[in-house]
């Protein structure tokens, strides 16, 4: 357990008002323990050793449970006094109470202790927090046994289980993303978790891992750009090691809790330039072999920009949504939790596993790459990736449009985080509302359409063109993850990257003049993807220096 951390068992006797003085004179964040729980170790570590900036409890998956988690925080909770209208998890016996929450956690709980209500002092404090809309994020424990039960015959045969099992073991599995897309799953989650092992035991960071994925991935697109069989069957077997390796920073990160704004933001944009530069390989290998592929290479650089936008704007804009409904208090002592059920039945196994296939997450939109490459070489790569993504877009847009549609608020979210993205010199607000969240791609497809229709009108699709448009699409996606960090780029970058409107206007003139595009590729893949780099790294460095 983490040692700055103060604890208090909690007994059927204890009361709120000891929960409170324990808080208030703990010098740290409070770990309430339920003498009645039995935890493992890699649960507990869950709160006490992850980097937490508010409170936490531990929870475990079960329909119909005591506790109703939406988007990953703990919206409604379970007393003698108090009832969920919909749970999905078991409260398992564990709160961490926060010292940055001290106000509120303060006043929810002073507010509590006149009622006097019956019931366990943990579970009274975790509804009079949730009903006070204090953030209590959910820790899901799963990998290992887990009980809280006053039988003790059971608590025993709990603790018994727990210690046959190999901690190492449930750690590692538990750094595992059981969430991922099919292929990530069932196949290179396989032989990630031998590498992480092995990352583990070298004592490798997960930026160190990354840099590595990051390495392997370009000099994939290096072997598809000599357009042979052989090197084509090496890239594509390279670009597979790419994403296991890929897949073992996570799992370290979460395995040694080394989590960070850096890290996350390095993994993303690496995975985006990985995917790009094998666009870029194959096109360069089919111009050697005579073959001109420089438009289909752009478009679908074009189309997975517009999908991985939208894709992640979607999710966070469903996510803010969602938040901005725990912003209404519950009266402590009501009967109804004040929560709509909106909770669909959950997809049987084989429905969910189609779910995420159609998807065409990375892992499957890898192995696409790899093995249309092997059998057709880059002009079958690039006629069987748009129709897979067309029948991709078909079937998650419809869903998407329909759960905007049946969303009853019709205004945009009122968080800066879609303008942030804009890139547009003096856009203040989000123009599409209820449906901002396709906004920043629609955007990015105008801009990227407008330019590669300008480009091979004038006969200019070659390697600058595609590195002007590469270096742009960078620009957005470093615009959405420093966005997806609460974060906007400093105003003097986006003055020098000419803002969308700029940018269009100079480049469709260098165009239509003839200018050699050379210069200009230079200058924003430099500008783009090096000085915006540099910016974001030194700055969170020196962030990390001030804390």
């Known amino acids: 357990m983490n040692q700055s951390l103060s604890s208090l068992v909690v007994t059927p006797a204890t009361k709120i008002e000891e929960v409170l003085h324990s808080f208030v004179n703990s010098p740290s964040d409070l770990l309430l323990i339920d003498e009645s729980s039995v935890i493992a170790d890699p649960h507990m570590e869950l709160l006490t050793d992850y980097p937490r900036t508010a409170s936490a409890a531990l929870v475990a998956v079960e329909k119909n449970g005591d506790t109703l988690v939406r988007q990953n925080r703990i919206a409604s909770a379970t007393s003698d006094s108090h009832k969920v209208t919909i749970g999905n998890r078991k409260f398992l016996g564990v709160l961490r109470l926060s010292k940055n929450q001290s106000t509120e956690i303060i006043t929810a709980l002073e507010n509590a202790i006149p009622h006097n209500l019956k019931g366990n002092a943990i579970d009274l404090t975790l509804v009079a927090l949730t009903r006070a809309t204090i953030k209590v994020d959910a820790a899901e424990a799963w990998a290992a046994p887990f009980a809280r039960t006053t039988d003790s015959v059971l608590r025993a045969e709990t603790k018994a289980a727990i210690t046959q099992l190999n901690m190492g073991r449930v750690r590692l599995k538990m750094a595992n993303r059981a969430n991922d897309g099919f292929f990530s799953v069932f196949f290179l989650r396989k032989f990630s978790k031998l590498l992480t092992w092995l990352a583990v035991r070298v004592k490798a960071t997960p930026n160190q891992v990354t840099i590595i994925s990051f390495a392997i991935g370009l000099y994939s697109a290096y072997s598809f750009s000599q357009g042979t069989f052989w090197w084509i069957f090496l890239g594509a077997v390279l670009l597979q090691l790419s994403i296991i390796v890929d897949c073992v920073d996570g799992e370290l990160a979460r395995y040694t809790r080394k989590f960070s704004k850096l890290g996350a933001w390095l993994d993303a944009v690496t995975d985006r330039v990985k995917e790009y530069m094998v666009f870029l390989g194959l096109a360069i290998g089919a111009d050697k072999n005579g073959r001109d592929l420089w438009i289909p290479a752009i478009a679908m650089m074009l189309i997975q920009t517009f999908r991985h936008l939208s894709d992640y704007n979607f999710a966070r804009v469903v996510r803010i949504r969602a938040e901005d ?141 595609y590195m ?69 790294v030194l700055s969170h460095r020196a962030n990390k220096i001030v804390k």
């Open 468 to 536: 002007i448009i590469f270096a742009i699409v960078f620009n957005h996606y470093d615009n959405l993850y420093r966005a997806l960090q609460g974060e906007k780029k400093p105003k003097w970058l986006s003055a020098l990257g000419l803002f969308v409107g700029g940018r269009i206007l100079l480049l469709g003139v260098a165009a239509l003049q003839g200018w050699d595009l050379d210069y200009l590729a230079w200058y924003f893949s430099s500008l783009f993807l090096l000085v915006s780099s540099v910016q974001w």
């Open 325 to 465: 409904k725990f912003t209404a208090p519950v009266e402590y002592t009501a009967d109804f939790d004040g929560i709509i059920p909106t909770e669909r039945e959950p997809k049987g196994r084989l429905r969910y596993w189609l779910g995420k296939i159609i998807q065409f997450p990375i892992g499957e939109r890898w192995l696409a790459i790899s093995a249309s490459a092997v059998i057709g070489g880059a002009a079958f790569t690039f006629t069987i990736m748009p129709i897979l993504a067309f029948i991709s877009a078909v079937v998650v847009y419809r869903g998407r449009v329909k759960r905007t549609l049946a969303n009853l608020t019709k205004e945009s979210i009122k968080s800066s985080f879609i303008v942030d993205q804009a890139d547009l010199f003096g856009i203040k607000r989000s123009i599409f509302k209820r449906f901002d969240w396709i906004e920043p791609s629609l955007f990015r497809a105008i801009e990227g359409g407008f330019l590669l229709w300008i480009f091979a009108s004038v006969d200019q699709i070659n390697i600058a063109s």
